[in-house]
């Protein structure tokens, strides 16, 4: 067996490492195995870090439900079950995502630090997406010019949000050509 | 061109000099997609994953009609299947795949453009991993022209996409815009003076994540770092590569400043040392990867400084990747056991070593 870390020399020493609550072997040569020593910056692996957010109660804030895994549906496409998503830390499909949306939320909070989608959108879908999300920033918006009683400003925000909801019932994307076809 | 000469052909992005060069080694930014109509790769069949190499295989042959793309080069789909353990391991250590591809699963391939600027790994834990290589400091072009690539091929492929979770991903910590973007950062002096561990520390109190590149992520071997953002859902991609950006000039600023506190107050100490260095590399006859790595960070340093002259400061990236040992078992065309990997590797650095002049002052 080669060392795991040079591949160079064969391995020597065999460690066991527990991280995570999960078991892990470490096969090294010698000169590696003294350099382990001398660790200059934390190992990451976004499995591990994963895991232990699935495996820790600390994921989901005090004031939220924690999921039972047995309580969540499978997925219908792929046969994915929340406790699959917990054990591999890896979703079946697409479709998972709607599956799992709820119990998957705080996860993605704890990671990110928001559970909402800014950047990029393919391009078939763009300007619905980018629609829905002026419309939405509009509401806010009109929201806070009534709470200030500020009638006039939010007269112009429900006329605009019409406008951009009359486009998304009615609005075809025929002349959002592609580029290329 | 055949897998091979790919490997052993130094990529003309690796010859130029960039911004940031002497410090910012390479940007990468790597875009996770999947395919809205498979099981994602781990629960593929492997008809499915057959399937899918077939359809990526006509949709690179249609991106290769588009203008920005082809300016790259003929993008060549290979399956890994294809592909012999050492080419695949020389890949790795090149950066042009990542170890899962290289490893595990069925039916994965690889697309790569004829100047190694843009790849896609197939059916490694995504559908695809577009990805971008530049030199130096150039994270904002990579992510363009990555996402070029993204829009041609979404002609061609309809891509997993809900409107609040972005682009979906096997793994929820890639979701979003599926946007990994990294730099590959060489911070000898840092390392040096003691303080790379407290300026790369900071880094993970704002979402950055660093490692070694040399010694598996816990060791920075060679004083190569990679720093690359961890959080890839609610931000913008312009925002991430602009983050990551900033952070990364403010290392290149103390790392500058720590150089000009070395060559102040111990001149004498580092032309010694970078002698020594140039001393054995140019001189060994025997030698591990892992001396290599750690004296040729020395070399690097002493061409950055001026100490070193007549050697271009991008042969450091060249041989870092040329003395690996999977690369130079497919240079020598067969496998070689640990004493010849270790000859080998001395004579090939003497042969790229000798030409340069050691001036120390
Ligand atoms: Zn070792
Ligand atoms: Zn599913």
């Given at each position: 067996?080669?060392?795991?870390?040079?591949?160079?020399?064969?391995?020597?020493?065999?460690?066991t490492?527990?991280?995570?609550?999960?078991?892990?072997?470490?096969?090294?040569?010698?000169?590696?195995?003294?350099?382990?020593?001398?660790?200059?910056?934390?190992?990451?692996?976004?499995?591990?870090?994963?895991?232990?957010?699935?495996?820790?109660?600390?994921?989901?804030?005090?004031?939220?439900?924690?999921?039972?895994?047995?309580?969540?549906?499978?997925?219908?496409?792929?046969?994915?079950?929340?406790?699959?998503?917990?054990?591999?830390?890896?979703?079946?499909?697409?479709?998972?995502?709607?599956t799992?949306?709820?119990?998957?939320?705080?996860?993605?909070?704890?990671?990110?630090?928001?559970?909402?989608?800014?950047?990029k959108?393919?391009?078939c879908?763009?300007?619905?997406?980018?629609?829905?999300?002026?419309?939405?920033?509009?509401?806010?918006?009109?929201?806070?010019?009534?709470?200030?009683?500020?009638?006039?400003?939010?007269?112009?925000?429900?006329?605009?949000?019409?406008?951009?909801?009359?486009?998304?019932?009615?609005?075809?994307?025929?002349?959002?050509?592609?580029?290329f076809? | 061109?055949?897998?091979?000469?790919?490997?052993?052909?130094?990529?003309?992005?690796?010859?130029?000099?960039?911004?940031?060069?002497?410090?910012?080694?390479?940007?990468?930014?790597?875009?996770?997609?999947?395919?809205?109509?498979?099981?994602?790769?781990?629960?593929m069949?492997?008809?499915?994953?057959?399937?899918?190499?077939?359809?990526?295989?006509?949709?690179?042959?249609?991106?290769?009609?588009?203008?920005?793309?082809?300016?790259?080069?003929?993008?060549?789909?290979?399956?890994?299947?294809?592909?012999?353990?050492?080419?695949?391991?020389?890949?790795?250590?090149?950066?042009?795949?990542?170890?899962?591809?290289?490893?595990?699963?069925?039916?994965?391939?690889?697309?790569?453009?004829?100047?190694?600027?843009?790849?896609?790994?197939?059916?490694?834990?995504?559908?695809?991993?577009?990805?971008?290589?530049?030199?130096?400091?150039?994270?904002?072009?990579?992510?363009?022209?990555?996402?070029?690539?993204?829009?041609?091929?979404?002609?061609r492929?309809e891509?997993?996409?809900?409107?609040?979770?972005?682009?979906?991903?096997?793994?929820?910590?890639?979701?979003?815009?599926?946007?990994?973007?990294?730099?590959?950062?060489?911070?000898?002096?840092?390392?040096?003076?003691?303080?790379?561990?407290?300026?790369?520390?900071?880094?993970?109190?704002?979402?950055?994540?660093?490692?070694?590149?040399?010694?598996?992520?816990t060791?920075?071997?060679?004083?190569?770092?990679?720093?690359?953002?961890?959080?890839?859902?609610?931000?913008?991609?312009?925002?991430?590569?602009?983050?990551?950006?900033?952070?990364?000039?403010?290392?290149?600023?103390?790392?500058?400043?720590?150089?000009?506190?070395?060559?102040?107050?111990?001149?004498?100490?580092?032309?010694?040392?970078?002698?020594?260095?140039?001393?054995?590399?140019?001189?060994?006859h025997?030698?591990?990867?892992?001396?290599?790595?750690?004296?040729?960070?020395?070399?690097?340093?002493?061409?950055?400084?001026?100490?070193?002259?007549?050697?271009?400061?991008?042969?450091?990236?060249?041989?870092?990747?040329?003395?690996?040992?999977g690369?130079?078992?497919?240079?020598?065309?067969?496998?070689?056991?640990?004493?010849?990997?270790?000859?080998?590797?001395?004579?090939?650095?003497?042969?790229?070593?000798?030409?340069?002049?050691?001036?120390?002052?």
């Amino acid at each position: 067996m080669q060392c795991e870390r040079c591949g160079e020399r064969p391995a020597t020493v065999h460690m066991t490492r527990i991280m995570n609550n999960k078991k892990e072997q470490i096969h090294l040569c010698a000169q590696c195995a003294r350099e382990q020593g001398e660790l200059n910056f934390e190992p990451f692996s976004v499995q591990s870090l994963l895991a232990g957010l699935l495996g820790s109660g600390f994921v989901y804030p005090a004031f939220e439900q924690k999921p039972k895994p047995e309580s969540q549906p499978i997925c219908q496409n792929c046969g994915t079950s929340f406790a699959d998503f917990t054990h591999t830390g890896r979703l079946g499909c697409a479709q998972c995502y709607e599956t799992f949306r709820e119990a998957l939320n705080p996860l993605l909070r704890r990671i990110h630090g928001s559970v909402y989608h800014t950047g990029k959108v393919p391009r078939c879908l763009g300007r619905q997406v980018h629609t829905r999300r002026g419309l939405a920033e509009l509401q806010e918006q009109l929201q806070r010019f009534i709470e200030r009683e500020e009638y006039e400003q939010a007269a112009v925000i429900r006329d605009k949000i019409r406008e951009l909801k009359r486009e998304l019932s009615g609005g075809d994307d025929s002349e959002h050509q592609k580029d290329f076809a | 061109m055949s897998i091979k000469r790919i490997l052993l052909d130094i990529p003309r992005w690796m010859q130029g000099e960039a911004e940031e060069s002497d410090i910012v080694l390479s940007s990468r930014v790597r875009l996770a997609r999947n395919m809205v109509d498979l099981p994602f790769p781990h629960l593929m069949t492997a008809a499915q994953a057959e399937t899918f190499l077939q359809r990526m295989a006509e949709a690179v042959q249609y991106v290769n009609q588009d203008d920005l793309i082809s300016q790259h080069g003929p993008m060549v789909l290979y399956r890994v299947a294809d592909i012999t353990n050492l080419e695949r391991q020389a890949l790795v250590e090149k950066h042009l795949i990542s170890p899962q591809l290289a490893t595990g699963g069925q039916n994965r391939g690889l697309v790569i453009s004829e100047d190694e600027v843009l790849s896609v790994m197939i059916n490694e834990e995504d559908h695809l991993r577009i990805q971008c290589l530049f030199a130096g400091l150039q994270l904002e072009a990579a992510w363009q022209l990555a996402s070029s690539l993204d829009d041609a091929l979404e002609n061609r492929l309809e891509f997993a996409f809900q409107e609040q979770e972005g682009y979906l991903t096997a793994c929820p910590t890639n979701v979003g815009t599926g946007l990994r973007a990294s730099v590959m950062m060489h911070i000898p002096a840092l390392v040096m003076t003691k303080q790379a561990e407290r300026i790369l520390s900071a880094l993970g109190k704002v979402g950055l994540v660093v490692r070694g590149i040399y010694g598996e992520g816990t060791q920075a071997l060679g004083n190569v770092i990679q720093v690359s953002n961890q959080v890839t859902l609610g931000q913008v991609e312009g925002e991430i590569v602009a983050n990551l950006t900033a952070a990364v000039k403010q290392i290149v600023a103390q790392e500058q400043l720590a150089r000009e506190a070395l060559m102040t107050n111990n001149r004498i100490q580092m032309a010694d040392r970078i002698g020594r260095a140039f001393g054995i590399l140019g001189n060994s006859h025997v030698i591990s990867s892992e001396e290599a790595v750690r004296l040729l960070s020395d070399v690097r340093l002493g061409i950055d400084l001026g100490f070193i002259t007549g050697l271009p400061a991008s042969v450091f990236d060249q041989l870092l990747v040329q003395t690996r040992p999977g690369y130079l078992q497919v240079l020598a065309g067969q496998e070689l056991d640990a004493l010849e990997r270790d000859v080998r590797r001395a004579q090939l650095l003497q042969s790229k070593l000798r030409s340069g002049d050691n001036m120390p002052s």
